[in-house]
C-alpha cells in the first residue's frame, strides 16, 4: 500500500494515472477501501484532484475513487475522519470546487457527480456550498465559449456537459 501511496506523488503522468486505475479497481472492495482510508489515501487523491498540473482525466479518476470510497456506509465515520475538513460534504465539497477549474473536462465530470447527488437528496449540501452559483458560471461560461467559436469547433462533448450542468440544477 504504501508503495501506491507513493506512487500519486511521481512526476510521470502514465505512472500516476496507473496507480489511480489499479486504486479505482480495489476501492470497489469495502476491505481494500477500508486498508485504504486507514493507509491516507483519502488525502492524498484529494490533493491530485486539486492539482492543476495534473491531467483532467487523472483528475477526475481520482475523485471517482473517492466518491466510490465514501459510497460504503460502513466506512462513512473513517472516510470522514480521514477527509479532515469537510467531514460529512467532503465529496460535495471537492465537487463545488471542481467546478471553479476552467478546464471543461474537469468540470463535466463534477456537474455529472453533482447531478447524481442532487438526485440523492443532497441538494441542500450543494445549495449550502453554494454549488448552484457554482453550476450556474459554468454553464454561462459554457455558452460564452460556445457562442465566441463558430458550431464547428465546440468542444468534445460539450452537449452532454450542458446538460449534465442543467440536470444538477433541476
Known amino acids: 500500500m504504501s508503495h501506491l501511496l507513493y506512487s500519486l506523488n511521481g512526476e510521470n503522468s502514465k505512472s500516476v494515472a496507473t496507480t489511480i486505475a489499479v486504486l479505482w479497481k480495489m476501492s470497489e472492495s469495502v476491505d481494500c477501501a477500508e ?37 460504503f456506509s ?57 454549488g448552484i452559483n457554482q453550476l450556474l458560471r459554468v454553464a454561462q461560461r459554457a455558452s460564452n465559449e460556445y457562442n465566441d467559436d463558430s458550431r464547428e469547433h465546440e468542444p468534445p462533448g460539450f452537449y452532454s456537459f450542458l446538460l449534465n450542468s442543467l440536470f444538477a440544477l433541476t
Open 35 to 71: 486498508s485504504m482510508i486507514r493507509n491516507g489515501f483519502v488525502s492524498k487523491l484529494l490533493e491530485v484532484v486539486h492539482d492543476s498540473v495534473r491531467p483532467a482525466k487523472a483528475r477526475n479518476n481520482a475523485a471517482n475513487v473517492l466518491e466510490i470510497m465514501a459510497t
Open 74 to 130: 460502513s466506512l462513512s465515520s473513517s472516510f470522514r475522519n480521514r477527509a479532515g475538513k469537510g467531514g460529512e460534504t467532503v465529496i460535495e465539497q471537492m465537487l463545488v470546487s471542481m467546478l471553479n477549474d476552467n478546464s471543461f473536462e474537469i468540470n463535466a465530470y463534477a456537474c455529472e457527480s453533482l447531478a447524481r447527488l442532487a438526485m440523492m437528496n443532497r441538494q441542500q449540501v450543494i445549495l449550502r456550498l453554494n
